[in-house]
């Protein structure tokens, strides 16, 4: 069902990682649906959704009047997004385990339908594309975000920061994934022959707080991929984490994140 080697910790394991990752590239994802129109009553879809965190914030938006689903492939996921939404006592919104090649959700009958990171880890982003547009009603939105990891960068310079990003985009590569997918999305979109497509650019930077450890906290967690890949060693991995804590830690130093492709349209009406 999921990408089999989907290189990122699922489940509890993730939770904190992605909270973060939600600090960090949270606002830019709030500002884009709202520029791809996300408003009340409206039913979206979050495809590869994660433990849920942007699905909690679209629940917030569309109201009692409308819903939400959150599709993953990984049930731990799916489990955790569940109970963390019941714990947050939201009830326009539900999840389901499932492919984003097959959701098994019904055709043509959501308003929006949304993915964030989730392209950069398949091995067939297009496939995945043509399942969203065919959940959507005609005149509905498809607002998707990729990053580009390429466009990542500190200053001043650290070769712990690149080499971090060299091996995360070399242990996708080796999976099937593309890590420049940020780049190519424009493309991708335009190819569904939807209407009046629309893009964006978003990096985030910043000089302190828990969004620098992100560089390093994803390292860790691909660790044993990549020391199976051979990739890196074990003794490599935890000399990069211990450079990329101190230059964390320091003020002085500020960490460009990924580069954000954010792509909208609408399905044509037929
Ligand atoms: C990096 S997380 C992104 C979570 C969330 N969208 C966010 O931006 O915070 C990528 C998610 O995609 C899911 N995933 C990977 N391959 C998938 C597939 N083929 N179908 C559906 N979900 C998949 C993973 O289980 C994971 O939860």
Redesign the pocket.
């Known amino acids: 069902?999921?990408?089999e080697k989907?290189v990122?910790a699922?489940g509890d394991t993730?939770i904190e990682r992605?909270k973060v990752?939600?600090a960090t590239?949270g606002p830019d994802t709030q500002a884009f649906l709202k520029r791809a129109g996300l408003r009340e009553g409206m039913h979206v879809a979050?495809?590869?959704?994660?433990?849920g965190?942007?699905s909690q914030w679209i629940a917030s938006q569309v109201g009692s009047s409308g819903s939400v689903v959150g599709?993953?492939?990984?049930a731990e996921?799916v489990q955790t997004a569940t109970q963390l939404a019941r714990q947050a006592g939201i009830t326009n919104l539900r999840f389901h385990a499932?492919?984003?090649?097959a959701t098994g959700l019904p055709y043509g009958t959501f308003d929006m339908v949304f993915?964030?990171?989730?392209l950069m880890?398949?091995a067939h982003p297009e496939k995945?594309l043509r399942e969203m547009v065919a959940l959507l009603k005609p005149a509905g939105v498809l607002a998707v975000e990729d990053g580009d990891f390429t466009a990542a960068f500190c200053w001043p310079p650290s070769h712990a920061y690149e080499r971090c990003f060299e091996l995360y985009r070399a242990a996708g590569a080796q999976q099937g994934a593309d890590f420049t997918i940020g780049r190519k999305l424009f493309s991708l979109v335009c190819e569904l022959g939807l209407h009046s497509v629309q893009v964006n650019l978003a990096q985030p930077i910043f000089a302190e707080g828990p969004q620098k450890l992100l560089p390093g906290w994803t390292i860790e967690e691909a660790a044993e991929n990549l020391i199976a890949a051979g990739l890196a060693s074990r003794e490599e991995i935890e000399e990069l984490c211990r450079q990329l804590r101190r230059l964390a830690g320091d003020k002085t130093v500020v960490f460009g994140m990924a580069r954000m492709m954010q792509v909208w349209g609408t399905k044509q009406v037929v």
């Open positions: 069902m999921r990408d989907y990122l699922t993730a992605l990752v939600e590239h979050d495809i590869g959704c994660g433990v965190i942007v599709v993953d492939a990984s996921q499932a492919s984003a090649y993915c964030r990171f989730l880890h398949l995945a």
